[in-house]
Antibody
């Protein structure tokens, strides 16, 4: 069974940093691209970032470029999102999500999602 | 990257069919057959309903179907059921190698 277990959310002051983790099991982690998707309270889904299975390809949404860094440890089956210079409009539930098809990036949908981690940026 | 355009809400009675549209540009929806659809019930995690415009993942009901014409993709739900009441999101791959979601559509089953 595919499982994505998230951790690391919480309350942080504007300008602060936070790291989210997503520990996965039940599939060959290194063969799948992984994304982060966020959802502000009462709002829609917003794609944040993607990292290929080998970590050789990484892309970000313009709204987080230069502030967020995605990474993965294929030996530990963990995906990370390092968030720096956080702003109030980064407040959201952050989901990790698995591409549904091996090797490709972002083209075939996300078939498994983490449970979500709430990040609140407020003083 | 601007969000794809979806109607804010749609409604239908049990047994009826409804269609949700998703309009983008030639840089996303119109440029690739890489449109996906998700269903999200209140306070739940999104569920993949459709990918590559019209492909259903295993386990998704055949009452859900997808199509695309030009810069607009559509999700049709036939034989509407009470359990279909949820928020629906489209997404598309873009020329920037990124992903863009639609703003979401709230489906109400009357």
């Amino acid at each position: 069974e595919v499982q994505l277990e998230q951790s690391g959310g919480g309350l942080v002051q504007p300008g602060g940093s936070l790291r989210l983790s997503c520990a996965v099991s039940g599939f060959s982690f290194r063969n799948f691209a992984m994304s982060w998707v966020r959802q502000a309270p009462g709002k829609g889904l917003e794609w944040v970032s993607v990292i290929s299975g080998s970590a050789g390809l990484i892309y970000y949404a313009d709204s987080v470029k230069g502030r967020f860094t995605v990474s993965r440890d294929n030996s530990k089956n963990i995906l990370y999102l390092q968030m720096n210079s956080l702003r109030a409009d980064d407040t959201a539930v952050y989901y990790c999500a698995k591409d549904s098809v091996k090797i490709v990036l972002l083209t075939a949908g996300f078939d498994s999602w983490g449970q979500g981690a709430l990040v609140t940026v407020s003083s | 990257q601007s969000a794809l355009t979806q109607p804010a809400s749609v409604s239908g009675s049990p047994g009826q069919s409804i269609t949700i549209s998703c309009t983008g540009t030639s840089s996303d929806v119109g440029g690739y057959n890489y449109v996906s659809w998700y269903q999200q019930h209140t306070d739940k995690v999104p569920k993949l309903l459709m990918y590559d415009v019209d492909k259903r993942p295993s386990g998704v009901s055949s009452r859900f179907s997808g199509s695309k014409s030009g810069n607009t993709a559509s999700l049709t739900i036939s034989g509407l059921q009470a359990e279909d009441e949820a928020d629906y999101y489209c997404s598309s791959y873009t020329t920037s190698s990124t992903l863009v979601f639609g703003g979401g559509t709230k489906l109400t089953v009357l």
